[in-house]
Structure formats: structure tokens, C-alpha cells
């Protein structure tokens, strides 16, 4: 029997919610962090209270916003480096979570093969290094974190400015920050989801190729979260290779998932996606 005959269909690789959630807290400190140094920094800002209260001209709030935002980006600078330098652990976290699922899922998949054909199981199929993954991964979310510090600062650049404009105090721009940038952990838990999916993603990809296993089923989490265009990818065969393809059973043809309306991305590519695969061998 050639490999290509082998059916065999493997565990449900799970979804590092745990290792998500871990991200997210990480994140979170590190905006309530810089929320509360922002609004700090504006208080104690004595040259800054005074331009605003009008002790001195308006046009003096420019050059006392600037000073003051130079200080506070150097201080956002530092805490940054910190939340950054964590990154590499993050991906080591879920690369193990996914290689220990993986295991399991070839294990299953091995037992189910005939001794006399384990010669035969499917060769690796060449992709992207890990360490590239790794690279791409961590350089990503580098610019997104710094995004979520440049959005503090640009929003209490701005803030500063009307409230100059309009004659505000700085305790009644101070309360009116503590709302504003409660924006930024809503950013926070959507880069932290994202993220982490999309790496799982990857990683199951890499990991199924590197075993020869090209095809898996689409697995969603099955709440009420789930999109409709991932709902009816639900048990379909998809494929590693083609984004655009399914099929319902091992032996149909292939067909175009957009004939369903179906996603033409691979699992965790979507913004937040949680789904999952459960890796299939041979039959195609």
C-alpha cells in the first residue's frame, strides 16, 4: 500500500488559552503602566499645570508638552524593553504547548497504521525554518507593542493641546485621560488574542509539514464567538498548501471554499481566530 492510501486522522491539537491568557495579563500591566505614568507626569508637571491654568501664555503649553513628553517616551522607552525582552520566551511557550500536541496527535496517527506500511508514512514537506517563524513572530509583535506606547503618547499630545485650547484644568484633563486611554487595553486583549493564534497557527502548519501531513480538519472552538465564515469550515478536510480548498470526505474532490462562503485563510490567520486542526495522513 502506498503512503497516499494511508487514511489516518489524528487528536485535536488544542489552543494554549492558558498561554493567552498569560499574554494578555502581561500586556495589560504594561498599559495600565503606562496610563499611570502619563497621567502622573502630567500632574507633576508644574511648568506644564501653569501653562494650562493660564499663569503663563498658551503658546508656552508646546514647549512644556514637548519637555515633557520627552521625559515620559524615555521612561515608556524602558518599560517597553522590559515587556519586550519576553517575547522569545512567549514563543518558546507555545511552541512547546504545540509540539506536546503534536506528539500526542502522531502518536494516535501511528497507531493506526499498519506496522507494514510505517515505512511508507508521509515525507516531510519543506517550510518556513522555525527560527524564521520566531523572527517574523517576535519583530511583529516588537511594532505592535511600540504602537500601543506611541498611541499613549499621541493621545496625551493631543489631549493636552485642546485642553490648552479650551481653557480645561489639569485635574479635569487628568480624569479625562484615566477614560481615554482605557482604549488601549481593549487594544491590549485584542493584540494579546491575535497573537497567540496566530502563532499556534503557524506552528501547527510547520509541524504538520515537517511530518509530511499536508492535510487537516478544521476544528472551531464552537461558541458563539465563532465567525460564520469559520462555522462552516467545521469538519471539512482543508489543506496546508491551498487556503482556498476543502473537501467533506477523504475521497471527494476538492472544492473552493468560497462555493460556502468559507474562510480561504488557514486556521489562526484571521484576526483572533481560535480555531484548530486535527491532522490528517494519507487518503488523498
Same mark, same amino acid.
Given at each position: ?175 479625562? @485621560?484615566? #477614560?481615554?486611554?482605557?482604549? $488601549?487595553?481593549? !487594544?491590549? /486583549?485584542?493584540?494579546? &488574542?491575535?497573537? +497567540? ?43 496546508? @498548501?491551498? #487556503?482556498?480548498?476543502?473537501? $467533506?470526505?477523504? !475521497?471527494? /474532490?476538492?472544492?473552493? &471554499?468560497?462555493? +460556502? ?24
Amino acid at each position: 500500500m502506498r503512503s497516499s492510501q494511508i487514511v489516518g486522522r489524528g487528536l485535536k491539537i488544542a489552543y494554549p488559552i492558558s498561554i493567552e491568557k498569560e499574554y494578555t495579563k502581561l500586556l495589560l500591566r504594561f498599559v495600565s503602566r503606562l496610563k499611570r505614568l502619563s497621567i502622573d507626569s502630567l500632574v507633576e508637571n508644574y511648568d506644564l499645570q501653569t501653562s494650562l491654568n493660564g499663569v503663563v501664555r498658551h503658546d508656552d503649553v508646546v514647549d512644556d508638552l514637548g519637555q515633557s513628553l520627552r521625559v515620559l517616551g524615555l521612561t515608556i522607552s524602558i518599560e517597553s524593553k522590559e515587556v519586550i525582552q519576553s517575547l522569545g520566551g512567549y514563543f518558546s511557550k507555545v511552541q512547546q504547548f504545540t509540539n506536546r500536541s503534536l506528539n500526542n496527535s502522531v502518536k494516535h496517527l501511528v497507531s493506526k497504521v499498519p506496522e507494514t506500511e510505517l515505512a511508507t508514512f508521509p515525507a516531510a514537506v519543506q517550510t518556513i525554518e522555525i527560527n524564521t517563524l520566531k523572527k517574523m513572530w517576535v519583530n511583529k509583535n516588537v511594532d505592535l507593542i511600540k504602537g500601543l506606547s506611541d498611541g499613549v503618547l499621541n493621545q496625551l499630545g493631543d489631549a493636552v493641546y485642546d485642553a490648552a485650547r479650551m481653557g480645561e484644568s489639569i485635574q479635569s484633563l487628568s480624569k479625562r @485621560l484615566n #477614560a481615554d486611554l482605557n482604549i $488601549n487595553k481593549k !487594544k491590549a /486583549k485584542a493584540i494579546a &488574542r491575535d497573537q +497567540i493564534s496566530k502563532l499556534k497557527g503557524n506552528l501547527s502548519r510547520h509541524n504538520d509539514l515537517v511530518h509530511g501531513l499536508t492535510t487537516y480538519e478544521w476544528s472551531t472552538c464552537k461558541d458563539g464567538a465563532v465567525r460564520s465564515s469559520h462555522r462552516v469550515l467545521e469538519g471539512k478536510i482543508c489543506s496546508w @498548501l491551498d #487556503a482556498s480548498i476543502y473537501k $467533506n470526505h477523504i !475521497k471527494d /474532490k476538492w472544492k473552493k &471554499r468560497a462555493s +460556502i462562503g468559507g474562510a480561504i485563510q488557514q486556521i489562526g490567520e484571521d484576526f483572533g481566530c481560535r480555531c484548530t486542526n486535527i491532522s490528517i495522513a494519507g487518503g488523498l
